[in-house]
């Protein structure tokens, strides 16, 4: 019998609380979408993803949308080109462990290319754009948006 989406997103969650408990988790719209805030740049690194299985019927958790907040800013900063490089490394580390038949996987443990941290990804791609402020030296905290499809 396959997971529902809610035991999913509830599985997730404690994943996420495992990392920080102070990871603010909100699971909205009918148990179709898990909001987790107040990630902060060293618990992004270690954030840990429930391994997408066909034993989960038809879900498919996959990550709709990222936000940036910028020195405890209420306002999200738009950071252009964030969200399909964080999905791409996502969806890599969950093949991989789905591959090794790994239940969770961690993305970020290892950074991304070159072993960058999230806090430098942002800083590059905040640099290539005039339309985004300068984040050298600012701290970031991240918001997730996960769907299980």
Same mark, same amino acid.
């Given at each position: 019998?396959?997971?529902? #989406?809610? @035991?999913?997103?509830?599985?997730?969650?404690?994943?996420? #609380?495992?990392?920080?408990?102070?990871? !603010? !988790?909100?699971?909205?719209?009918?148990?179709?979408?898990?909001?987790?805030?107040?990630?902060?740049?060293? $618990?992004?690194?270690?954030?840990?993803?429930?391994?997408?299985?066909? %034993?989960?019927?038809?879900?498919?958790?996959?990550?709709?949308?990222?936000?940036?907040? +910028?020195?405890?800013?209420?306002?999200?900063?738009?950071?252009?080109?964030? +969200?399909?490089?964080?999905?791409?490394?996502?969806?890599? %580390?969950?093949? @991989?462990?789905? !591959? $090794?038949? #790994?239940?969770?996987?961690?993305?970020? !443990?290892?950074?991304?290319?070159?072993?960058?941290?999230?806090?430098?990804?942002?800083?590059?791609?905040?640099? +290539? %754009?005039?339309?985004?402020? $300068?984040?050298?030296?600012?701290? #970031?905290?991240?918001?997730?948006?996960? $769907?299980?499809?």
């Amino acid at each position: 019998m396959p997971f529902g #989406k809610s @035991t999913i997103l509830s599985i997730q969650e404690s994943l996420f #609380k495992k990392v920080n408990p102070n990871i !603010i !988790i909100n699971i909205i719209n009918n148990d179709t979408l898990l909001v987790a805030a107040n990630i902060t740049e060293d $618990d992004f690194k270690n954030l840990i993803f429930v391994t997408n299985n066909p %034993s989960f019927g038809n879900s498919y958790m996959y990550l709709s949308n990222i936000e940036v907040f +910028l020195d405890n800013n209420l306002e999200q900063t738009e950071i252009y080109g964030l +969200l399909p490089i964080v999905s791409q490394q996502i969806g890599q %580390s969950d093949c @991989t462990a789905y !591959i $090794d038949a #790994k239940r969770t996987n961690q993305p970020f !443990i290892n950074g991304f290319q070159n072993g960058i941290s999230i806090g430098q990804l942002v800083n590059e791609l905040a640099n +290539l %754009s005039v339309n985004t402020p $300068d984040t050298y030296g600012k701290s #970031k905290k991240f918001t997730l948006y996960i $769907d299980p499809l």
